[in-house]
Nanobody, 120 residues
Framework: QVQLVESGGGLVQAGASLRLSCVTS????????MGWFRQAPGKEREFVAI???????KYADSVKGRFAISRDSAKNTVYLHMNSLKPEDTAVYYC??????????????WGKGTLVTVSS
């Protein structure tokens, strides 16, 4: 059974940093594309970042230069390093295993999410 378990969310002030973690099990982590999505209150879920097995990355324009995605195959874990957080980054952040690096919206597996709240 595949599991993606997020952690690291919380309440922070604008300008702060957070690191989200996603520990995976039940999938061959080293061969999977991994990503992060988020869903703000009243809005649709949106793509944030993706990383493939070669550590190539892509980001949404709204987070480019502030967020960084990384992965550790020894720990079957993907991270989202978030800097210079803004109130508009407030959302539930979901770890995901997309089936395709070039179409990250096609997701095979989802985590349950972790809430990030950024106060102004």
């Amino acid at each position: 059974q595949v599991q993606l378990v997020e952690s690291g969310g919380g309440l922070v002030q604008a300008g702060a940093s957070l690191r989200l973690s996603c520990v995976t099990s039940g999938l061959t982590f080293s061969t999977y594309v991994m990503g992060w999505f988020r869903q703000a209150p009243g809005k649709e879920r949106e793509f944030v970042a993706i990383i493939n097995w070669s550590h190539d990355t892509k980001y949404a324009d709204s987070v480019k230069g502030r967020f960084a995605i990384s992965r550790d195959s020894a720990k079957n874990t993907v991270y989202l390093h978030m800097n210079s957080l803004k109130p508009e980054d407030t959302a539930v952040y979901y770890c995901a295993a997309p089936s395709n690096y070039y179409d990250p919206t096609r997701v095979d597996y989802w985590g349950k999410g972790t809430l990030v709240t950024v106060s102004s």
